[in-house]
């Protein structure tokens, strides 16, 4: 295998810190700044692995001398072991433990802000070993919890709401085949509103299009005895979303929106009054969503959205058919 720009790169950097007459919380700090270089704009997974080489030698410099620079050369090795693409449950793992040795030293030595940072991230591993059967999904949600003491919608809207977005997608999970599958879902919805309340389209408008969307999303599943005013409201709720989704700047995210919009309308009928008339009219709307969701999706490579989208436009035209 020829060793790529970027491989080469890393091997010249660690040679070049050995030899430098820094001193050694220099080469420490260098180390671990050339390694987030990587881990924020990596363009493949040897890009990852060049970062965790470079916090390798960084934790390994640290002794027990830096202990804070050990704890965040052990958390960006985390990190970027979350990051490589993997269905196997090995990195995870691995990160995990790295954030259990890392969050102590972190909790006596860093600030605020970056233990919450830190803990975003840990509950997003523990998250993603849940159905591993290795993490608990109430574990994830106490470390997202914990975060949220710093990331205040005051202080850091940002970081508030993708934390709010996570606890939900957490309670969505639980809910399934739960006896308490009413409450979980519920607690999803009452989730994303909560942010909502502070999460504006003006000061936040990507933050404000992700919530919005996918409390559509959990309404549009929630059990209720009133399923069609759930699916009015999802569907209000993907509207707001697509005042900032466009096909033009965010076209993914407008794709995966209008998919779900045309779910909401295959299912509701053309008149709430009268739902025996069916839905020939948001059909044909389903449809054109659909279409269209299903010809960005492949424009983009996103084969697999693209073949579930391709079935059921096979399955709206059945109905569309068998309805005349």
Do not use: C
């Not at 080469?27 to 390798?56: C, R, S």
């Not at 050369?73 to 990051?83: I, P, R, S, T």
């Not at 969050?103 to 860093?110: G, R, V």
């Not at 997003?124 to 919890?145: E, G, H, K, M, T």
């Amino acid at each position: 295998m020829i060793p790529s720009i970027t491989d080469a790169a890393v091997k010249a950097a660690i040679a070049a810190i050995a030899s430098e007459s820094a001193s050694t919380k220099d080469k420490i700090e260098m180390l671990i700044e050339m390694a987030h270089g990587f881990v924020k704009k990596p363009k493949t997974a040897q890009d990852l692995w060049n970062a965790i080489a470079l916090y390798q030698q960084a934790e390994k410099l640290s002794g027990e001398d830096y202990l804070l620079l050990k704890a965040r050369a052990k958390v960006g090795m985390a990190g970027a072991l979350w990051a490589i693409p993997n269905d196997a449950e090995d990195l995870l793992l691995q990160a995990k433990g790295l954030y259990t040795e890392a969050l102590p030293a972190l909790q006596e030595f860093a600030s605020p802000e970056e233990i919450a940072e830190a803990q975003m991230n840990y509950g997003l591993v523990l998250q993603s070993l849940v159905p591993f059967n290795l993490a608990r999904i109430a574990d994830s949600i106490q470390v997202y919890q914990e975060a949220l003491r710093v990331f205040t919608w005051e202080k850091y809207p940002q970081e508030y709401a993708i934390l709010h977005n996570n606890i939900a997608i957490a309670y969505l999970s639980m809910s399934s085949g739960s006896q308490q599958q009413y409450l979980f879902e519920g607690l999803a919805v009452q989730t994303f509103e909560a942010a909502l309340k502070h999460i504006n389209i003006i000061d936040h408008p990507r933050e404000y299009a992700m919530l919005q969307n996918n409390l559509g999303n959990a309404l549009q599943y929630l059990p209720s005895s009133h399923p069609l005013d759930n699916l009015v409201r999802a569907i209000a709720a993907y509207d707001e979303a697509l005042k900032v989704r466009n096909a033009k700047y965010t076209p993914l995210e407008y794709a995966n929106t209008i998919a779900n919009k045309a779910n909401a309308l295959f299912n509701l009928p053309d008149d709430l009054n009268k739902p025996e008339t069916g839905n020939p009219q948001n059909l044909r709307q389903a449809r054109a969503y659909y279409q269209q969701a299903w010809e960005i999706f492949t424009q983009h490579r996103q084969i697999e959205q693209a073949q579930v989208v391709a079935q059921i436009l096979q399955d709206i035209e059945t109905e569309i058919g068998s309805k005349g």
